[in-house]
């Protein structure tokens, strides 16, 4: 069964450095998005992506973040300059019609 | 808007036992609802899904639900509780099946031997 893939598992970085997480969506699905979920909270809506454009995005989702999808395949969340408060679990999911939402294992970021 | 409630942040079974859990929700166009379970240091699964077909929706590992419109819930139940079903689980709202997803806040679920 097609599984949506997220690389890395788990990113550690500094504060203020930049960071990229990448997800390979499932390869017939048309929206693909971002969700967060802090330690011990509820899982956030971040942005969702549609015809090579956000075509929604979150409060949370503000300047610091961008999406991309620079190739057929690739799904990128960029943040520019990480804060601690940043530091999360964030899951790529993606969907087409009919099928519901399928969601990757997650990368964890550690902001220290 | 919408939104979702889940009744219980923890809910402890016995196993054997029935596993029910409580999801309410609120929108103002026909919803969509899901149930999602996150086993330990894993990503979501989809348990099952409610897209205004039929209001008994069932789901994988013995799981389902019912849409009960006049009462705004969509609470999930499992007749015999597993060690396995020990996770967290959480409901969830859209407004289409192919859009972003609203949840609530989660049911931690342990099963007592």
């Known amino acids: 069964e097609p599984e949506v893939t997220q690389t890395p598992s788990h990113q550690v970085t500094q504060m203020g450095q930049e960071v990229i997480l990448r997800c390979v969506p499932i390869s017939n699905h048309l929206y693909f998005y971002w969700y967060r979920q802090i330690l011990g909270q509820k899982v956030e809506f971040l942005v969702s992506?549609?015809?090579?454009?956000?075509?929604?995005k979150s409060e949370i989702f503000d300047d610091q973040f961008s999406v991309e999808r620079p190739d057929g395949s690739n799904f990128t969340l960029k943040i520019r300059s990480t804060k601690l408060e940043d530091s999360a679990m964030y899951f790529c999911a993606s969907s087409g019609p009919g099928t519901g939402t399928s969601f990757g294992p997650g990368t964890r970021l550690t902001v220290l | 808007a919408q939104s979702v409630t889940q009744l219980g942040s923890h809910v402890s079974v016995s196993e054997g036992a029935l596993v029910l859990l409580r999801c309410n929700y609120s929108?103002?166009?026909?919803?969509?609802l899901f149930w999602y379970v996150q086993y330990p240091n894993q990503g979501l699964q989809l348990l099952l899904k409610y897209t205004s077909a039929a209001t008994l929706v069932k789901g994988i590992n013995g799981f389902e639900a019912e849409f009960k419109k006049s009462e705004t819930s969509f609470h999930l139940t499992k007749p015999s509780a597993h060690m396995s079903d020990a996770a967290e689980y959480f409901c969830?709202?859209?407004?289409?099946?192919?859009?972003?997803?609203?949840f609530g806040a989660g049911t931690t679920v342990t099963v007592r031997a």
């Open positions: 969830a709202v859209s407004n289409r099946d192919d859009y972003k997803l609203s």
């Open positions: 992506f549609y015809n090579n454009e956000i075509s929604e």
């Open positions: 929108s103002s166009v026909p919803p969509y």
